[in-house]
C-alpha cells in the first residue's frame, strides 16, 4: 500500500511539474521551415521571445490561458489535501476530496486545451508556413490523461 501511495505522489508531482512547464513555455505550435515557435504568451522567433501574440486579445486565448492556470492551481491544492488527508484521515477512508479536487483539475485541463486545439493548434493564425504541434501542446495531453487517472485513484484508493 505504501509503494502504491508513493507512486501516486510521484505522478502526481510529474503532472504538476509538467502542466507548470506547459502553461509557462512558448512552444505549443512550431513551424517546419522558419525557426518560430508560439506559446499562450509570447511569440518566439530565432530563440527570441520578446514578441507578443498579434492575437493576444482575443477571448478564446484569454480563456487557454485561464484554465490552464487554474488547472495548475486545483493539481496544487489536490496534492496538498492528499498530503493533510494521508496523515489525518483514519484507516478505511477513501481521498474523495483530493480525488474531487483532480478530477476538477482534470476538467480544466481538458477545457483549456479543447479550446487551444479548435481555435488556434490547426490553423493559419501563427505561421503562413505549415506547422506541427510542440512539446508544450502534447505534455498538456498527457497531462489531461494522467490527472484523469490519478483522480480516479484518489476516487476509488482506500487507506488501510
Same mark, same amino acid.
Given at each position: 500500500m505504501l509503494v =502504491?501511495?508513493?507512486? +501516486?505522489?510521484? !505522478?502526481h508531482n510529474a503532472c504538476l511539474i509538467m502542466l507548470f512547464v506547459s502553461? +509557462?513555455?512558448? !512552444?505549443?505550435?512550431v *513551424?517546419?521551415?522558419?525557426?518560430?515557435?508560439?506559446? =499562450?504568451?509570447?511569440?518566439?522567433?530565432?530563440?527570441?521571445c520578446s514578441g507578443g501574440l498579434s492575437y493576444g486579445d482575443q477571448d478564446a486565448?484569454?480563456? !487557454?490561458?485561464?484554465f490552464m492556470i487554474l488547472s495548475i492551481i486545483f493539481s496544487v491544492i489536490s496534492l496538498?489535501?492528499?498530503v493533510f488527508? =494521508?496523515?489525518?484521515?483514519?484507516?478505511?477512508?477513501r481521498f474523495f476530496l483530493s480525488g474531487a479536487t483532480m478530477l476538477v483539475c482534470w =476538467?480544466?485541463?481538458?477545457?483549456?486545451?479543447?479550446?487551444?486545439?479548435?481555435?488556434?493548434?490547426? *490553423?493559419?493564425?501563427?505561421?503562413?508556413?505549415?506547422?506541427?504541434?510542440?512539446?508544450?501542446f502534447i505534455l498538456t495531453w498527457i497531462c489531461f490523461c494522467f490527472s484523469l487517472v490519478i483522480g480516479i485513484l484518489y476516487l476509488v484508493l482506500r487507506k488501510k
Open positions: =502504491l501511495l508513493a507512486s +501516486i505522489f510521484v !505522478v502553461t +509557462i513555455a512558448n !512552444v505549443w505550435v *513551424s517546419d521551415h522558419v525557426n518560430a515557435s508560439v506559446g =499562450l504568451w509570447r511569440n518566439c522567433t530565432g530563440g527570441d486565448l484569454k480563456a !487557454v490561458q485561464a496538498v489535501v492528499f488527508q =494521508l496523515f489525518t484521515m483514519e484507516k478505511g477512508n =476538467l480544466c485541463i481538458l477545457v483549456g486545451v479543447s479550446i487551444y486545439t479548435h481555435h488556434y493548434a490547426n *490553423s493559419s493564425v501563427h505561421f503562413e508556413t505549415s506547422t506541427h504541434h510542440g512539446y508544450c
